[in-house]
């Protein structure tokens, strides 16, 4: 039976996120994966039923196997057991595959950006030093699928992302203020300190060279 375009798109989505060594994932964070990819592609968002029934078909069709060990208190979280393991693509017909392959470059475009806009320069490892009590919500919901953890102790760690700089990765810092700073690369730290300084002197009405 033929898989249609959004179908192979979720499924390459699960694929990735069970392929992820570095997170695991919960239902409503595979469903929140899913409709971001959806979306980037004028789609409807799915339910959490649709996203357990494509784990169930490729359980069942595709014989994936995830880790039924992991979990998060009562929630179960979800990655393969083997994480060199990927769907495999020769189960699929020629017309599926070349929809899947379709799909895939779409979410690769998207790989190494926060957001949609995609700039023309290259990504860059981004630094970020994060307060304690913020980090513990950002280790279980990443900034990006690149994040590693550099460095953690009592009052803060920090982090890494590869990704290209764009205003969404911005207002991504500025939303968390002081519990989050950019330590490199330099370029991006001086903007975002520009933007601070910008909103400084909208909220207080003092400017440089009033000081």
Not at 155 to 165: C, E, Y
């Amino acid at each position: 039976m033929p898989v249609d375009k959004q179908v192979l798109l979720r499924y390459q989505v699960l694929n990735k996120c069970f392929r992820n060594r570095y997170r695991e994932y919960t239902i409503d964070d595979l469903v929140d994966e899913c409709n971001k990819a959806l979306r980037r592609m004028d789609k409807p968002d799915v339910s959490k039923r649709t996203i357990q029934n494509d784990i169930n078909i490729l359980e069942a069709d595709y014989g994936i196997m995830l880790d039924e060990k992991l979990k998060q208190g009562k929630k179960r979280l979800y990655r393969y057991v083997n994480t060199n393991y990927s769907i495999p693509l020769f189960r699929i017909n020629d017309e599926e595959r070349h929809k899947l392959q379709d799909a895939i470059r779409v979410l690769e475009y998207f790989d190494d950006v926060i957001g949609v806009t995609v700039p023309e320069n290259d990504s860059e490892d981004v630094v970020i030093r994060i307060s304690k009590p913020r980090f513990e919500f950002i280790r279980t919901k990443p900034l990006h699928l690149s994040q590693r953890i550099v460095e953690e102790n009592d009052n803060f760690a920090v982090v890494t992302i590869n990704v290209k700089l764009n205003k969404e990765l911005e207002a991504l810092v500025l939303s968390y203020g002081s519990d989050m700073e950019v330590l490199s690369p330099d370029s991006f730290r001086a903007r975002i300190a520009d933007k601070i300084k910008i909103l400084n002197q909208q909220y207080t009405g003092i400017k440089d060279n009033d000081q």
